[in-house]
């Protein structure tokens, strides 16, 4: 199954190389217009993707998702859309809306297609285990994108 299929290396720099983290670093420096991050290490940048379960447990059940963790989801999904659109050359564009209290649906567009839909709850809790999980959820859905787009190529197309 292409990259998440891949064997992901142990090492936290050697993590680093995976595909879909080095899109996603891409991404997120891409969005630094001024030039704050560029003094950043790329595993610091993404240590806000990162929550381990004991982070997890301190974090309550219901909360108003803080900002940044938004824009920490909106990164994931710009991710995943530029790895499938370099993959396959068909431009992916994620649309997100999310209420003030953490519910709500990201898709990815293709043309006329819904490439992926996903319901999304409590965002404020965004975030996976480690960098090789991170990777790896990132490729899967990258890998379901490039799926739905195939089976449908000519509304991806359109």
Known sequence: MGEAAETLPAEPTAILEHPFLKILLAVYRADDSHGSWDGRKDEDLLADFVVTKEQR????IIANP?????WRVELFYKAVGLAAE??????VTPMMVMSGEGFGRVVLLA???????????DVHRFGYPSLERLA???AIVVERVIETINDHPEVARA
């Open 136 to 138: 790896t959820e990132g």
């Open 66 to 70: 803080d900002p940044d963790v938004l």
């Open 86 to 91: 370099k993959r396959i050359g068909i431009m």
């Open 57 to 60: 447990k301190l974090l309550p």
């Open 111 to 121: 043309g006329r297609l819904v490439a992926y839909s996903r319901h999304l709850r």
